[in-house]
T-cell receptor, first 117, second 112 residues
Framework: ETGVTQSPTHLIKTRGQQVTLRCSSQ?????VSWYQQALGQGPQFIFQ???????GRGNFPPRFSGLQFPNYSSELNVNALELDDSALYLC????????????????FGPGTRLTVL | AQTVTQSQPEMSVQEAETVTLSCTYD???????LFWYKQPPSRQMILVIR??????QNATENRFSVNFQKAAKSFSLKISDSQLGDTAMYFC?????????FGTGTSLTVIP
């Protein structure tokens, strides 16, 4: 069973550019969540994808968008990069909850470190 | 609004001793989950322990246990017999529905 992988490991962009980060979910997991972790902070929930549809979103502007593919891999796209977008971006995969109050464990990837200059 | 607060930015403990990390949270939901995650310097987040809000019994996982006080909205983590490999950032997290809320973390150092 392979774990969650993310690419690239590190990335440097300049303000105003666009970036795409990629995530391959753990085998059999069809739910993917993305988080932004600024230096010295806890992860902030960006959004979740389930069956290729957005299934919940945190307090992030529309320039943060995502995709999920039929093989359950996912992309996070950020347009018009700002200096404050510099952070570690984490992806986590899980099986979907079987009911509103059920839970399936999230497995995190190693993250992509994005630096915006 | 949901919030998670960790008031101890840094803590240290002697190897083999016991340490307790604090966490308080706020939510208007009746059903939710609470977690402690560990993030070692290699940065991959690992689940340490989880607690279902509807369960009164405190969760335990080997050397890790929690003290869940639902009325006080408190969720502390106790690490017994601390080991050098426990050195890491520890995050308290709240899950309601399909949203997760993390605290700012506690950096734990285990001293040989």
């Amino acid at each position: 069973e392979t774990g969650v992988t993310q690419s690239p490991t590190h990335l440097i962009k300049t303000r105003g550019q666009q970036v795409t980060l990629r995530c391959s979910s753990q085998s059999g997991h069809n739910t993917v969540s993305w988080y932004q972790q600024a230096l010295g902070q806890g992860p902030q929930f960006i959004f979740q994808y389930y069956r290729e549809e957005e299934n919940g979103r945190g307090n992030f502007p529309p320039r943060f968008s995502g995709l999920q593919f039929p093989n359950y891999s996912s992309e996070l796209n950020v347009n018009a990069l700002e200096l404050d977008d510099s952070a570690l971006y984490l992806c986590a995969s899980s099986l979907p909850p079987s009911g509103r109050w059920s839970y399936n464990e999230q497995f995190f990837g190693p993250g992509t470190r994005l630096t915006v200059l | 609004a949901q919030t998670v607060t960790q008031s101890q930015p840094e803590m240290s403990v002697q190897e083999a001793e016991t340490v307790t990390l604090s966490c308080t949270y706020d939510t208007s939901e009746n059903n939710y989950y609470l977690f402690w995650y560990k993030q070692p310097p290699s940065r991959q987040m690992i689940l340490v322990i989880r607690q279902e809000a509807y369960k009164q019994q405190n969760a335990t996982e080997n050397r890790f246990s929690v003290n869940f006080q639902k009325a006080a909205k408190s969720f502390s983590l106790k690490i017994s017999d601390s080991q050098l490999g426990d050195t890491a950032m520890y995050f308290c997290a709240l899950n309601t529905g399909n949203q997760f809320y993390f605290g700012t973390g506690t950096s734990l150092t285990v001293i040989p």
